[in-house]
């Protein structure tokens, strides 16, 4: 690079902070196209629609078709975004409640009637019910040319499938209508006979026409039918002081973080600070771009992950400085350092990808929405790091900046005994481990169960109550909030303002009949609240049994997949045991964690161990990268031991400086924020501390076990 492209590169550079820091904070145009005021929050934020559909019918719907019910609404009202909840009020309601929107009317148009569906002939006959349809996808398909086209994939019970096989035999070559919500939706001609149980609707103009097709199947098919009992729009759970908070915290994080990477790294470490400002900017960029929906904890996520971001520079620069210390000049250590460091950087960020794939692909609701999050945060780190970092150092370099004391040498470290101080570690963290069990059987004994789950797992009671005054979020978190916690005994508490009037909507723990009269009494007394205006009714989990199952399911395939590629990269299956095994070591500290010091179990429950899962496997990667690399240039003397021990070592300080970067984020986090996010904080602390542990004592000592241990069986 000459010194006028380097020069174009630097100017460039400033350029691109300045307008990417004037599009998030101000936009463009009238509205203020791409400024982050305009990122899509959740229901926490900025509140939304909610809707209250009831059962058509005089019996009472069973529990399994209620489940099944709010299981499809969820799968369908994810459209409008990830972070929408669906969940269950009384014996025969559900609530839909829709964050970033304000139409209520706009949302029940589109969503029809729910389990109003029906298929039928000309004449008006019903050969199918909704209930009868299992699944509907949208998909491609070869037409009779053999061009692709857009189709609709119907997946239909055993009942359905004899009812659908006798209908299709008898009218070929006629219309079967598809009806919803009394209005007909496709009218496809029926081409021969379907005897297989699945079926195929052509003749869609595009993927999204297929797909809202498919969706309104679905939406149709539930096995109750809904009616709409009510809707409102209710304002944000938590007020304005928590966004303002926890971007205050990111703030100071930042600027932190970008004089510790300054004062260590020096001129690399300026580097690494623009690099930064580049990628918050980017991320608040395409958060905005894609609709993705932020809620509390996804800008906790974000602090995290400007965190994490550091990691891959920290990776390059400790390379730049052992290649200067090994006597390579300045200009050969930065290219050098960038070539050693991709190998470590690509296979943690792709072992944490592959994580959040599986995610998105598997999971629902909220945890959905936090792996389009991540997966975005490491896409945008590893391009900020690899491609701009690189541009920058290198374009400084060239316009002058030259001597090796702007960018430091490897202090001589000598390797430390990690491996022979293995029972140690193993038996620190074996006492770690099982404080949770024992933490959890205590509990169990004295509260009745093993965690403090929240609204979100156990469902509760909701209160929704008409005050005499407009009361704002701030003024019912400090007013009515403690006289709610003085009845429940339990600071996990949620209250939404309906939009428009003085209704406030109060969700707590399952309230016994005398504590649900005690609320009503203090509410009466304290606030001169008409008795007659308070009612209450008993709601379920927002994380329903299929969303958590179908976490679980994630969570096993993305391991296995990340134990697979690790299997495949290393080409030993050694490195890929010993660092799924260190990440369940941290998942289980962590848990124990949230049993010791009881904090509430909710939906940041599910975010933290994913975010604590995708740290830890990045941090053991770059340990298991140089022991790979130090076993090629091993030496006869040598010994397995010493190869782990010096590996570790040379790592140690990479270690120590990525868990301090993101420990300032998530501290200050904890410092500055709301309650809600101190109890998503602090977890993630005790991740950040345990993951960088497992990493240096853990996992190179448990690889170094397996490797001699079959190697002496052999």
């Known amino acids: 690079m000459n010194k006028n492209k380097s020069l174009a590169v630097v100017i460039g550079t400033v350029v691109l902070v300045l307008l990417l820091g004037f599009t998030t904070i101000v936009g463009f145009g009238p509205t203020g196209t791409g400024a982050a005021r305009n990122i899509l929050l959740g229901l926490d934020l900025s509140g939304g629609v909610s809707i209250t559909y009831r059962a058509v019918g005089e019996e009472t719907p069973s529990a399994e078709d209620m489940s099944d019910t709010i299981y499809k ?57 909704g209930t009868d349809v299992k699944t509907a996808s949208a998909g491609t398909a070869p037409d009779e040319m053999g061009n692709s086209q857009n189709v609709v994939e119907l997946v239909l019970t055993d009942e359905g499938s004899t009812k659908f096989a006798e209908a299709t035999s008898e009218n070929i070559g006629n219309i079967i209508y598809i009806v919803y919500d009394d209005a007909v939706i496709s009218s496809p001609v029926v081409q021969t006979a379907i005897t297989g149980g699945t079926a195929q609707i052509s003749g869609m103009a595009d993927h999204e026409e297929a797909e809202k097709l498919a969706s309104s199947i679905r939406i149709g098919s539930l096995s109750i039918e809904l009616e709409e009992l009510r809707s409102n729009v209710v304002g944000a759970q938590l007020g304005q002081k928590a966004i303002s908070t926890s971007l205050m915290a990111g703030l100071i994080g930042l600027i932190l973080v970008i004089l ?58 400790a390379r730049i400085r052992e290649e200067i210390t090994a006597g390579v000049s300045v200009k050969a250590a930065i290219k050098t350092g960038f070539q050693k460091a991709l190998s470590a950087i690509l296979d943690g960020n792709i072992t944490t990808l592959i994580a959040a794939a599986v995610l998105a692909w598997k999971g629902t609701g909220t945890i959905q929405g936090f792996a389009q999050t991540l997966a975005l945060g490491i896409v945008l780190s590893m391009f900020t790091a690899c491609v701009i970092s690189r541009l920058i150092m290198t374009a400084v370099y060239t316009l002058g900046v030259q001597d090796e004391k702007y960018y430091g040498r490897a202090k001589e470290v000598k390797p430390i005994d990690f491996v022979g101080k293995r029972k140690i570690f193993f038996i620190i963290s074996l006492v770690l481990v099982l404080s949770g069990p024992a933490a959890m059987l205590i ?112 969570v096993i395939i993305a391991t296995i997949l990340m134990l697979l590629y690790i299997w495949f990269r290393f080409k030993d299956i050694r490195f890929a045991t010993s660092a799924v095994i260190a990440l369940l070591h941290d998942v289980f500290v962590v848990l124990a964690c949230y049993a010791i010091v009881w904090i509430s179990v909710g939906n940041t429950f599910i975010a933290c161990m994913l975010t604590i899962v995708g740290y830890s496997i990045n941090a053991t990667i770059v340990i298991f990268d140089r022991i790979r690399e130090n076993l090629h240039g091993m030496k006869k003397k040598d010994t397995i031991a010493d190869v782990v021990n010096l590996s570790i070592t040379q790592t140690l300080t990479r270690s120590i400086y990525t868990s301090i970067t993101t420990f300032i984020m998530v501290a200050v986090l904890y410092i500055l924020g709301v309650s809600s996010i101190r109890e998503f904080a602090l977890p993630l602390m005790v991740g950040i501390v345990c993951g960088g542990y497992s990493s240096v004592c853990i996992t190179g000592p448990l690889w170094y076990v397996m490797k001699t241990k079959i190697k002496s069986k052999q």
């Open 443 to 554: 509990h169990k004994g004295s509260e009745g169960k093993i965690l403090n789950y929240s609204l979100e797992f156990m469902g509760g009671t909701a209160t929704t109550v008409t005050f005499n005054e407009d009361y704002s979020i701030e003024e019912l978190e400090e007013q009515v909030q403690p006289v709610v916690e003085g009845v429940t005994g339990d600071a996990n508490i949620q209250m939404q303002k309906v939009t428009g009037g003085n209704q406030v909507i109060i969700k707590t723990r399952e309230l016994t009949v005398d504590e649900r009269q005690e609320m009503e009494e203090k509410l009466v007394s304290d606030f001169a609240v008409d008795e007659t205006l308070i009612s209450t009714e008993s709601i379920s989990s927002t994380i329903s049994g299929e969303m958590k199952s179908d976490a679980i399911v994630a």
């Open 260 to 317: 510790f990477m300054a004062v260590v790294y020096r001129v690399p470490g300026i580097v690494a600070g623009v690099s930064l400002l580049i990628y918050t900017g980017l991320d608040l960029l395409c958060l905005n771009a894609f609709d993705l929906t932020l809620t509390l904890s996804g800008i906790a996520g974000i602090i995290l992950s400007i965190g994490m971001a550091v990691d891959a520079n920290v990776i390059i620069y």
């Open 73 to 129: 609404l969820q799968q369908r009202v994810a459209g409008y975004s990830t972070e929408a909840q669906v969940y269950q009020e009384g014996s025969d309601r559900i609530n839909i409640e829709i964050p970033g929107v304000s139409d209520a009317n706009a949302i029940l148009e589109e969503l029809g009637k729910p389990g109003s569906l029906t298929f039928q002939l000309e004449d008006g006959t019903v050969v199918l019910d």
